[in-house]
């Protein structure tokens, strides 16, 4: 990645205050009459006409969404989406302005973090009542990501696909140095102890393991593999300051100060994905949104995943993005039926068969693992379903996050000790946790 990896997730959550005070004022929705919303979508697809926008922010999923389209095309000829790609960097930058503006895409992506902003300040619109005629169903996806794509009862996006993070690594490079590929008994010591190893065993320039430093591909995983926890059930209180959370949090720049791992100064010029991709490190965590780059990369044919560390308390916590639909789009028809058509078993399939995201609609994983059959990707949809941990969120998600970003980040650059600066999170967390529930 081009940026400093923690400021890559960072930046969903920048700027979320001022959004949500924007969002309140800009008149793009309000969820008193979005909650009449009816069923648009009727019983011939032929009569739904219109052009619509898709807004996503993954190029490497572009090819399996133009497919997805074409079939959506084939059971509503007369409907237009016109895709739009945005860099992750600036997607939730761009989509802010955009609802400020009154101009938010038909249908776009969504993530946990920055889903309450938007549907609590009335711009997105209730699928509820797609929900009630039977044509999306809310049982057959992970519950913990309905629960989080649900305000007062009522579903606002649709689950696409599941996030689940596991240990990427390289055969080659472990046949190199010598070194057993990790397998289900290594526990968050020993990925520490062999990340050295081979960092010592491998050529100068090759790393045991170079890491993302973020909450969706690192810490939020190790501090619940470690018995800790980021945010109490009621979302009342942080669990930064929780001794295994802070343990949690010091096994990321324990790999830095071993030497095992590169600094985050010398990752935010060298990115650590790209770094993998190229041969130059043999293990790091990540998840299933990989499969896409690495099937283009040059040790393609070299790559495996393997479970994360923890052995009987081995933990993940489980994201998915979703699907939505603006408040104020002027072919609530339209985007109904494709939110539906995404929603469903033929997207799903499509998805799965492609290899690059793994889809959240139960039954369809099959061939998500099959396609690509060296890859042991059979590990993902394990971890989702026997070892998931929720993934930590709030109405207030992009603000604590925000701080996050800033105290974590003096953590992993050696500024600072993991106890002093989870505790100063924790007590700034709870601050912003207590306006949320004043």
């Known amino acids: 990645m081009a940026t400093s990896p923690i400021a890559r997730r960072s930046l969903l959550a920048a700027g ?3 959004f949500a005070a924007a969002a ?15 069923n648009e979508i009727g019983d011939d697809p032929k009569k739904i006409k219109g052009t619509i926008t898709y807004a996503y922010w993954d190029i490497n999923q572009e090819a399996m969404l133009k497919d997805v389209m074409k079939a959506f095309n084939e059971k509503y000829p007369n409907v237009k989406v016109q895709l739009n790609m945005v860099p992750f960097k600036d997607y939730f930058t761009k989509l802010r302005a955009q609802a400020s503006s009154k101009a938010l895409p038909d249908v776009f ?3 946990g973090p920055n889903f309450r902003s938007y549907a609590e300040n009335g711009q997105l619109a209730s699928l509820k009542a797609l929900v009630d005629d039977g044509l999306i169903d809310p049982n057959k996806y992970p519950s913990a990501l309905v629960d989080m794509y649900t305000v007062d009862g009522e579903l606002f996006a649709t689950c696409k696909d599941v996030d689940c993070v596991g240990i ?3 055969k080659k490079l472990f046949d190199q140095a010598g070194v057993a590929y990790p397998d289900e008994t290594w526990t968050l010591d020993t990925y520490k102890e062999k990340a050295l190893e081979l960092t010592d065993k491998l050529p100068d320039g090759v790393w045991g393991c170079a890491e993302v430093f973020s909450r969706t591909a690192s810490y939020y995983h190790s501090i619940a593999i470690n018995g800790g926890w980021v945010i109490s059930d009621d979302k009342t209180k942080s669990g930064y300051d929780d001794p295994k959370t802070i343990e949690g949090v010091k096994f990321w720049r324990d790999l830095i100060e071993i030497g095992a791992c590169p600094s985050r100064e010398f990752l ?8 993998f991709e190229g041969g130059q490190v043999a293990m790091q965590w990540s998840g299933n949104w990989r499969v896409g780059a690495l099937i283009d990369s040059s040790v393609k044919d070299d790559c495996a995943v393997a479970y994360l560390p923890g052995g009987d308390d081995r933990k993940t916590a489980v994201h998915g993005l979703g699907h939505v639909i603006a408040a104020n789009t002027e072919n609530l028809a339209a985007s109904q039926a494709l939110v539906t058509f995404l929603a469903g078993e033929e997207a799903a399939k499509i998805s799965a068969e492609s290899g690059i995201a793994l889809p959240a609609l139960e039954g369809t994983q099959d061939p998500y693992v099959d396609a690509q059959p060296g890859y ?3 590990v993902f949809v394990d971890q ?3 070892y998931a941990a929720p993934f930590p969120v709030s109405k207030t998600c992009p603000e604590w996050e925000e701080l996050e970003g800033e105290h974590l980040s003096k953590v992993f650059d050696g500024e600072i000790s993991a106890e ?3 505790k100063a999170l924790a007590k700034a967390m709870n601050e912003v946790l207590k306006k949320e529930n004043s």
């Not at 309140?24 to 009816?38: E, R, S, W």
């Not at 935010?268 to 770094?275: D, I, R, T, V």
């Open 384 to 386: 989702a379903h026997n």
């Open 420 to 422: 002093e600066g989870c």
């Open 109 to 111: 992506w969504m993530n």
């Open 16 to 18: 979320g205050a001022a």
């Open 168 to 170: 990427w690594y390289n």
């Open 268 to 275: 935010a010029e060298n990115s650590c994905y790209g770094m």
């Open 24 to 38: 309140a004022g800009c008149g793009g929705g309000n969820k008193a009459a979005i909650k009449d919303a009816t």
């Open 376 to 378: 042991n990707l059979e």
